[in-house]
């Protein structure tokens, strides 16, 4: 059977076609579109811009077609912090499933750790982790995740995504990212972590794996560093290199990072803050590296539709 996922996330709209068994899906083809609905997601009352949600609406409605002229037996539109957090998201949700012919579901924070957890767990990569620390950092969320004998024990969704903390910290203009701005954003990914339950610090050994563009975006940038293509750069991120970009990116202006070899331009705004993110969260967890990760949220879908969820 073949199915296909499209992804509503904050920061990107994603699509999947793959196929194959629920723990070993295939992929048939993929794409991404920057839509960044989430702008105004830091706001105390955090609602959908027009011009971002007609982006979303777009890029869904592309995508679903596309997965039917693939050949696409079940497809599934999902949405995520920012839409759920959105005072206008129902509205955003009833004008995709008009233009989509298909009714978006809206994720809750377990919901969406959870499937993630389950894409990552298809990657082959993993094969010899049974167990393993996740984060996956979006626009508008961090999900924090412990996977042991095949399932989810802990999930929980903090709302530590990029968008909404440039848009606290630093706005997005913000030329070069502002010292303090860091500081207060480290201090504050490290509080909401240490109240969130999750069991701190990562044990010894246990691998810990990180998903989300940022990663990939750090991923993107040492694989042109190298000359390489991304899959095949290193996987294992240390922390290092990420506070080298961190330095590298923050220290200059959003000009100025669009022309970084391997970054995506739409991504200059809010790279330093991510970045920060990242470090705050290793600083905070106890661990110095992430096996980075390809497969998350969609692939999770993926893997729901084909066992027949």
Same mark, same amino acid.
């Given at each position: !059977? ?25 992929? *048939? ?23 971002? !949600?007609?982006?979303?609406?777009? #890029? ?20 995520? =912090? ?17 233009a989509a012919g298909l009714e ?6 377990? &919901? ?13 990569l993993l094969n010899d982790a049974? /167990? ?63 109240? =969130? +339950? ?5 044990? +010894?050994?246990?691998? *810990?794996?990180?998903?989300? +563009?940022?990663?990939?975006? *750090? ?5 042109? /560093? ?22 590298? #990116? +923050?220290?200059? =202006? ?9 970054? &995506? ?10 970045? #920060? ?17 390809? /497969? ?14």
């Amino acid at each position: !059977m073949r199915v296909a996922a499209v992804d509503i996330g904050s920061n990107s709209i994603k699509l999947l076609v793959a196929e194959g068994a629920p723990g070993s899906p295939v992929e *048939v083809a993929s794409r991404a579109a920057e839509a960044r609905i989430s702008a105004g997601i830091g706001s105390g009352a955090p609602r959908l811009g027009e011009e971002g !949600m007609r982006r979303g609406i777009a #890029a869904a409605k592309a995508f679903a077609e596309e997965a039917r002229a693939l050949g696409a037996e079940r497809i599934a539109i999902v949405a995520t =912090s920012a839409v759920r957090d959105a005072s206008n998201g129902p509205d955003f949700r009833a004008r995709v499933a008009e233009a989509a012919g298909l009714e978006p579901r809206i994720l809750s924070g377990r &919901q969406e750790a959870e499937l993630i957890a389950r894409g990552i767990a298809t990657d082959p990569l993993l094969n010899d982790a049974p /167990r393993f620390y996740a984060f996956d950092l979006g626009g508008g969320s961090l999900e924090c995740i412990r996977y042991a004998g095949g399932k989810v024990d802990f999930a929980t969704s903090l709302p530590l995504g990029c968008v909404r903390l440039t848009e606290r910290f630093a706005e997005p203009s913000a030329e070069p990212f502002p010292e303090e701005g860091r500081i207060a954003l480290s201090a504050h990914v490290r509080s909401a972590l240490a109240s =969130s +339950g999750l069991p701190l610090p990562v044990p +010894g050994g246990i691998p *810990v794996v990180g998903t989300g +563009g940022t990663l990939t975006t *750090v991923r993107a940038i040492e694989a042109r /560093r190298l000359g390489v293509p991304l899959p095949d750069s290193p996987a294992t991120i240390a922390s290092g290199l990420i506070l080298s970009l961190l330095a590298r #990116a +923050g220290s200059v =202006s959003v000009g100025e990072r669009r022309r970084i070899a391997g970054l &995506q331009p739409e991504r200059a705004d809010v790279l330093p803050a991510a970045l #920060a993110t990242l470090l705050a969260v290793t600083e905070a967890c106890g661990f110095a590296e992430y096996r980075h990760s390809l /497969r998350n949220l969609r692939w999770g879908v993926a893997a729901q539709l084909l066992g027949g969820a």
